[in-house]
């Protein structure tokens, strides 16, 4: 993915105009809306002011650029979650290899913001181009060799990182109760369903099916992908029961360890329109017309206002009435 100077005839400025990110960022949404900060942030590479963007992305999750145009014009990154738009790599992993290699040399950080900012002029005395990714990129392709001996290293396990204190008694009181907060039946005898949350994008119900139907029949499995969790109603209670027990914080799927708890009354999925579950769920009251004055309305139908500072009759709005 090429960065581009200027977008139409009227030479928006990207970086300044538009955020200069990659399409995994930007998400499926061509009528995208964001939030524009003319110099809101401090970018997390050179220290510098900079104007920032805010959109939602994928899966109804908020983005945002952390670091400057300069800087994503310079090693060729998306500002968003700063991986490279022709590898989709991230950057460091590139920085670490071009270090290894001898070819990529270190900045000061005494010197960070001079330096950032003769490239930043640089940049604009070339028109916007990027400065050294074509360089890099002609670096990386003449040491494909050496590249293939560190791929073939052992990289060795891969630890999370743990806390180094321990919980205080107060945390982990509160780690106790919410576990057995999730683990406790509601007292409505009618609940049989589970919630299902951090479900890995991609799975369907017949990922889920197997896993639950070992407790028992399952009366259906209703899967929200935007919100990425779903309901799974059993027949009977004791089912659900057990099933819960068995699967709170023990269940992988597809390599993601998901949420399983009791599903509260009232949170459901919307199901489709047009089907039985639909005609089951309850259905929300018509809003009630709001008319001007003088207006009558239709037989059958009861308008009012919700506030009093709704009510165009009220609060001396009309002075002929008062």
């Known amino acids: 993915m090429a960065i581009v100077a200027s977008l139409g005839e009227d030479a928006v400025t990207l970086g300044e105009s538009f955020p200069i990110i990659c399409e995994s960022c930007l998400g499926p949404n061509p009528y995208v ?3 524009k900060g003319v110099m809101g942030k401090e970018c997390k590479i050179s220290g510098r002011p900079f104007t920032s963007f805010r959109w939602q992305g994928q ?8 670091i400057s145009p300069e800087v994503a014009r310079e090693k060729n990154v998306c500002q968003s979650c700063v991986n490279d738009l022709e590898y989709g790599v991230p950057f460091h992993v590139r920085d670490q290899v071009m270090a290894a290699l001898g070819k990529e040399g270190a ?3 005494v010197n960070k913001e001079f330096w950032w900012h003769n490239k930043k002029q ?3 005395d070339d028109g916007g181009a990027a400065g050294g990714g074509l360089s890099t990129y002609d670096q990386l392709r003449d040491s494909v060799e050496q590249l293939r001996e560190f791929a073939a290293l052992d990289p060795g396990p891969v630890l999370r990182p743990r806390r180094d204190t321990p919980l205080t008694p107060e945390e982990q009181e509160r780690l ?17 369903s589970l919630f299902v949350g951090s479900i890995p994008p991609g799975a369907s119900d017949r990922d889920l099916r197997p896993y639950f139907q070992e407790y028992g029949p399952v009366k259906k499995i209703t899967l929200d992908t935007a919100k990425m969790s779903a309901y799974v109603t059993y027949e009977r209670r004791a089912d659900a029961e057990q099933a819960c027990r068995a699967l709170h914080a023990n269940l992988n799927i597809k ?4 949420r399983v708890m009791w599903a509260r009354k009232g949170t459901r999925a919307a199901a489709p329109p047009g089907t039985a579950a639909a005609a089951e769920q309850p259905q929300r009251p018509a809003k009630r017309p709001h008319l001007p004055p003088g207006v009558a309305p239709p037989p059958g139908a009861r308008c009012g206002h919700a506030y009093p500072s709704t009510n165009p009759d009220s609060l001396g709005a009309r002075p002929d009435l008062d």
């Open 33 to 35: 809306r964001m939030l």
């Open 59 to 66: 899966h109804k999750r908020w983005k945002e650029t952390c």
């Open 107 to 109: 900045v000061s950080d």
């Open 122 to 124: 640089e940049q604009e």
């Open 176 to 192: 106790r109760q919410r576990r057995l907060a999730e683990l406790r039946p509601p007292e409505d005898k009618s609940i049989s």
């Open 255 to 258: 390599g993601s360890r998901v």
